[in-house]
C-alpha cells in the first residue's frame, strides 16, 4: 500500500566535472543508471507520488524517470529553486515531500525511512538527514540543540566552534506538505551566486517558529559524485555492499574484490566465484554453480550445478540449463542450452537451441547473421556437433544426429542423421620438403622486394 | 625422523555460518582444501601420529585426512569432548600432544614448533597459543602473571580490569601426554550450553597444581574463519604470504594482488607475470618466462624461456616445453609441446603431443573427444599444421608434415607428407549483389512476418 | 629552448635484491624501462646535457641511455664515485649539475625544477632534495638550520635528538656546476665500505664555507626501488597517478583499481573502461569509445566510438577505426579496421586491411604465416566474410563480395563476387545409431585395453 508520501528528485544538476555528454545521473553504477538505484531506494517507501526535476533538454533523464513524471527546471537557480518548481506538481498532496538528489544512489531506503518517520513523530516542519565526518571542513554543519535543529551554517560561512562541529548537511530533506510550499518560497537569493538554496528551507522555518529536526545516518551513504573518481568511489562502496550481501548468502568469492556484480545480481547458496567475473544486470544463478575466472556474464539464468568458465561469456538472453558446461572462449548469446549440455571450448553459439545432453565441439559456430538477418539454431536432445562445424542458420539439427567435425551444415539434418559437409583429405606422400622450399623462396623474395 | 609429537585435529564443527553443503574444512584455500593447509603445517613438525575428530557421516572429511586416522564425535558437545574423544587412538603415547582446529589454516609450522618446544623447556602440562590483539574484546584473555598462565577469562566473564586484557586465547593447545587424558577427563559442562569446553583443560591442570604457559604469535595467524566473508580474508592473507614470497625468490608482478597463487606453485627466478593470472595447484614455471596477463594455469609445468598468454588456458597434465609460445585464447588440455613449437592463436590441444618446433595455426583443433572415448593427436617435430584444422583424433601427424589451412584430417599423415582436407575455392563474379538482395528479402519478410 | 642545466643519472648499481639477469633499471613500470621515466622526467627540464653512468658491459642500459652519451664506473666504488665518473663528460659546463638515480622514476620533474630553482635563487653550491617522513629510521637525516642545509647525518650515526629528525635524505643532489668537479673530488672513503658516497659533498662544501640548501618534497616520489615488491609498489603508485589524471580527463573506469596504463596511454573524454583492461605502450583511444573487461590493447589507435571487448585483444600495429566493433576472443595484429567494419566473435586477424562496414565472422582466420614469410590480407569495403572461413594471405577480397561461411580462400576474390571454398552436406538418414555404436565400442575397448 502507498503510504503518503511524496518525493521530490532533483536531477537538474550539469555535473560539468564528469566532463561527460551524458548526464550525470545517468551514469552507471553497478549496472544501472545512477538515477535508478535512487527510484528503487525510494521505491522501497512506498511513494504516494514521485516528481522528477530535470534540466531543459534532458530527454534520456525524463525516459529514466517513467513512468514518474518530471518537472523541467527552467534556469539552473539553485536547489531551493529546483525543489519549488516540482511544487505544481505535489497540489493537493497533504502528507511529508521528501527531497533527495539523483546524484545520491549510496542513501539506504532505511535511512530514508528514518528520516520520515522522525519528522512525524516530532511533527517537525522540515527534517534533514546528517553525518557525522572526520573531515568536515567541506560540509554545511547541523547546529542542534536540545532535539533541535537551529539553524544550518554553510561550510565558509563557520566561524570560531562552529568549525570544530563535526555534524554535516546530507542534503537530504524532508518537508511537512502543508508547510512545504510555503517554506520553499521563502527562501531567497541574497547571495554571492545569487541561487535559491534548499538548505535555507530550515532557517526559513526556524523564522516562522516551525519545528526542525536532523537526524544522522551513516557518512558513507553520503558521498558526493561530481567526477570520475568519485563515481569509482561509489561504485566500489556498492559492489562492497553486493558482495558482502552474496557471500552472507553462501557464495564463495576466491577474491570479492575482483567481483563485479550489478544490483540486481541474484545467487542460490553454494556458488563459488573464481577472481575476475563480470555481472551486467540481469543474471540469476542456482545452487552449487561453479563459475570461474574471468567470465562475464550478463541477462541470464544458471541452472543449478552449472559450471561456467574461465573465460566465458554469457550474454543477455541466454538460459543455461541445469548440469550445463560453458568453458573457455565460449560465447552464448539468447541461447538455451539443455540440461547436460555441454559447449567446452571456443565456439559462438548465436540465437540457438540446444537440447539437454548435447555436446558441442570446440570451435563450432552458430552463424546467426547473414548480413541482414538474425536466424536461429535448433539442436536436438543428445545430438553430437564435431568441432570447427559452421552451422548455417536458420537450420534444425535432429535430435541424436551427429555432425561431423569440420562440417557447413546449410540444410536441416533429421533427427538419428549422420551430416558431412567437408572434402574427402588428401595426402601427398613426400610433398612437404618441395612446398617448404617453395614458402621460403617467396618469403626470400618478398623480403629481398622490400629492400 | 618423526618426532614423539601426536596431534589431534579437529574437525568436527558444523561451520553453519559457511551455509554450505559442504564441511567447512573442506573449503579450498589457495587451491587447497582448507585441512590440508592445517596437515601441511603440522606435518612440518613430523608428528608420530596424527588423529582427526570428525562429525558423524563426514565421509569427505575422513577421506581428507588419510592416510591418518579419524575418531567420530558422536554428539556436538564442545572442543573439551571432541579432543577427549581422539584419546582413545593416543594410546600408550608419552610425549606432547598438540590440539588444533582443522579451521585454522593460517598457524604457521614455526608458531606450533614454538608453543612445542615451550612447554617442553617450562615442564608445562599444558600451553596455549596466544596473540595480543587491539580489539580484544571477542577472545578469552590469557590471565599471566610471572610466566605462568593462571587462566583463561572466557569473553563473556570478563570483568573491570581484565576487560582490558589484550592477550586473546587462541584455542590451540599443547597437552603433556602423560597428563592428557586426565586434564581432558577433568573438564566439566556445567555452563549455559551444557559443552565441554578445550579451554578448560587449563583450569583442570592449575587446580591439580601443574604448570601452564602461554605462547604468543601473531594476531594474523588466527583470524577465525567462520563465514564466506573470513574465508576470504584467510584467502586474502595465504595470497599475501605467497605472493611475497614469490617476489622475493626473484618474480616480477605487475600487479601482485591480481595473481592467484597455489600454495605449491613453484617459481624459478626472472619469470614475470603480467595482471591477472590464476595458478591452480601443481604448477612449475621454469626460469625466464614471461607469463602475460589474464591466464589460468593448473597442473602443468612450463620451460624456461616460454612466453604464455595473455588469455591461455593451460590445464592439468600439459607439459609446455622450453620456448614454446602459447597465445591468446588457446587452451591446452593434457598437451606435450616439445620446445619451441607455437600455438599463437585460438586454438584448442586436448591429449595432443606437439613436436619440437612445429607451429600450431590459428583456429586449429585437435579434436580429443567423440562422444564416448578421449583420443590422443601426435603431431611430429618440424611440422607446420594450418589455421582452421581440425585433426581428428587419434591421428597421427609426421615429422616435417605439412597440414593446409582449413583441413579437416583423419587418417595419419606420414613424415614430410602435404595433407590437405578441403574443397577447392570457387568463385562466382558479380554474384553477391543477387545474394544480398536474397538475404535482405528474407529479413524483411522474416521481419513483416512477426508483426 | 634549451636550459643551461647538465643532468648525470647514475644507472651503474647491481640490484642483486632483484635476483634478476636484468639490470635494474631496465625493470619495467607502466609500460617503459625505470630508466625512461627518469629520463623523460629529466627531459620536461630541457637540460644542455644528459650523461648517463653505467656499470662495465652493461650493453642494454647504454642503449637505453640513447642518444645519450654514457661513462663507464670501472669499479663499484660507491655514488660519489660513479658521479666523479661523469665530469670528463661535462668540461667546460657552467650551468647547475643534477646529480639523481636511475631506479628513481616516481620523482616528479616539477619536484626536480624546484630543486634547481631553488639553488639558482639560494645561490647553492649543493642541494639536496629531502622529504619527511613518519618512519625516518632509514634513511640519512637533513640537519637544516636557518635556511642552511648544515650537514646530512647518516641513519648508523643519527645519535639522540638527531634520530627524532624526520626530515630524510632522498639522494637527488644539484650541484653548482663550477663547483662539482671540487665538491666530487673532495669526497673521501674514510668509512667502512671504503665507498665514495655523493651525500658526503655537503659536508665537502660546507667544509668550504660553501652554502648548502635543502628542498622539500612529498615522500612518494622517493620510494626505494631495490626488490620486486618495491617495483610492484612503484607500479602500483605510478597507476594511480596514470589512472586519477585519466578520470580527470573524463574516462570513466568501473574499478580504476584493475585498469593497467602505460605511461603513454591517451585518452579523448567520455571513454568508458570495464574492470580488467590492460594498456600496453602506444596507445590512443577515441571520444566515447566502449572498452568492456578483460582486454589487451597495446600499440594501437582506437577510432571514436568505438566498441571494444569484453576479451578483445589489440596488438601493435592496429589501426581500428571510428565505430568499429572488435568483440569477445578476437585478436588483431597490424590490422586496420575501416569505419563502422565489425569482427565480434572468436576471430584472429594477422596483417589484415578490413574495408569500411565490412563484417568479420566469427571463427574467420586471416592467416598471415606460412612458416616462412609473414602476408597480407586485404579485403574491401561492405564485404561480407563467413563465419569458420580461412583466408591465406596474401590474398585480396574485393569490395562488397561475400565469402561463404567455412570457406578456405586461397584465391583473389573480385569485387562483388560470391567466393566458395567448401564442400556440399552430405545427409546420411538414420546413420547416427550405428555410428554411435562404432565409437562407443571402440572407446570400450579402448578403456579394456588399457587394464
New interface residues.
Given amino acids: 500500500m502507498a503510504s503518503s508520501l511524496a518525493v521530490v528528485v532533483l536531477a537538474a544538476g550539469a555535473g560539468t566535472r ?5 548526464p550525470k545521473v545517468l ?1 552507471p553504477l553497478a549496472g544501472w543508471p545512477m538515477l535508478r538505484h535512487v527510484m528503487e531506494n525510494v521505491a522501497a517507501l512506498r511513494p504516494a507520488r514521485v516528481v522528477g526535476v530535470v534540466a531543459p533538454g534532458a530527454k534520456d533523464v525524463v525516459a529514466a524517470f517513467a513512468p514518474h513524471k518530471t518537472v523541467v527546471q527552467k534556469k539552473p537557480l539553485g536547489t531551493g529553486h529546483a525543489a519549488r518548481a516540482a511544487m505544481p506538481m505535489l497540489k493537493g498532496h497533504k502528507g511529508p515531500v521528501l527531497v533527495i538528489f539523483g546524484d545520491a544512489p549510496l542513501v539506504k531506503s532505511e535511512t530514508i525511512k528514518r528520516l520520515v518517520a522522525e519528522c512525524a513523530r516530532a511533527r517537525a516542519a522540515v527534517g534533514v538527514l546528517g553525518f557525522k565526518s572526520a573531515d568536515p571542513t567541506p560540509y554545511g554543519r547541523l547546529i542542534v540543540r536540545d532535539g533541535v535543529l537551529e539553524r544550518i551554517v554553510e561550510s565558509r560561512d563557520a566561524q570560531g566552534a562552529e568549525r570544530a562541529i563535526d555534524y554535516c548537511n546530507s542534503g537530504v530533506m524532508c518537508l511537512d506538505g502543508a508547510l512545504a510550499g510555503e517554506l520553499l518560497a521563502g527562501i531567497g537569493n541574497d547571495n554571492v551566486k545569487k541561487e535559491f538554496y534548499l538548505v535555507d528551507a530550515v532557517a526559513v522555518a526556524r523564522a516562522a517558529g516551525h519545528h526542525a529536526i536532523a537526524v544522522e545516518g551513516p557518512e558513507a551513504e553520503f558521498q558526493g559524485i561530481n ?3 568519485e ?2 568511489a561509489a ?2 562502496a556498492l ?1 562492497q555492499r553486493l558482495r ?1 550481501a552474496a ?12 567481483v ?1 556484480l550489478a544490483a540486481d545480481t541474484n545467487f542460490a ?2 556458488v563459488t566465484i ?3 567475473v ?1 555481472f551486467g544486470p540481469g543474471v540469476t544463478v542456482g545452487a ?1 554453480v561453479d563459475i ?3 567470465c ?1 556474464i550478463e541477462g541470464a539464468r544458471i541452472g543449478r550445478d552449472a559450471i561456467i568458465g ?2 566465458a ?1 554469457i550474454r543477455p538472453g541466454s538460459l543455461v540449463g541445469e548440469d550445463v558446461h560453458i ?3 565460449v ?1 552464448l548469446k539468447a541461447t538455451v542450452m539443455g540440461k547436460g549440455a555441454k559447449a567446452n ?4 553459439l ?1 540465437d540457438a537451441t540446444v537440447g539437454a545432453a548435447s ?1 558441442i ?3 563450432t ?1 552458430a ?1 546467426n ?5 538474425k ?1 536461429r539454431t535448433e539442436i536436438g536432445a543428445d545430438s ?1 556437433v ?5 552451422l ?1 542458420a536458420p537450420v534444425r539439427i535432429g535430435r ?3 555432425v ?8 536441416d ?2 533427427a ?18 618441395a ?2 622450399a617453395k ?2 623462396a ?3 623474395k ?2 629481398r622486394g622490400k629492400k
Fill in positions: 564528469m566532463k561527460s555528454a551524458k551514469h567526477s570520475r573518481a563515481l569509482a561504485e566500489r559492489q558482502a557471500m552472507d548468502a553462501g557464495v564463495t568469492m576466491t577474491d570479492p574484490d575482483t563485479w547458496p553454494d573464481g577472481p575476475n563480470r552449487n570461474r575466472g574471468f562475464d574461465p573465460f561469456r568453458g573457455n572462449f560465447e571450448h571456443l565456439a559462438y548465436g555436446n565441439g570446440a570451435g559456430i552463424v547473421y547473414d548480413g541482414y538477418g536466424w553430437f564435431g568441432s570447427n562445424s559452421s548455417i541424436g544426429s551427429n561431423t567435425a569440420g562440417s557447413v551444415i546449410t540444410s539434418v533429421p538419428n542423421a549422420v551430416a558431412f559437409g567437408r572434402a574427402r583429405q588428401e595426402t601427398k606422400k613426400g610433398r612437404a620438403p612446398l617448404r614458402l621460403k617467396r618469403a626470400l618478398h623480403k
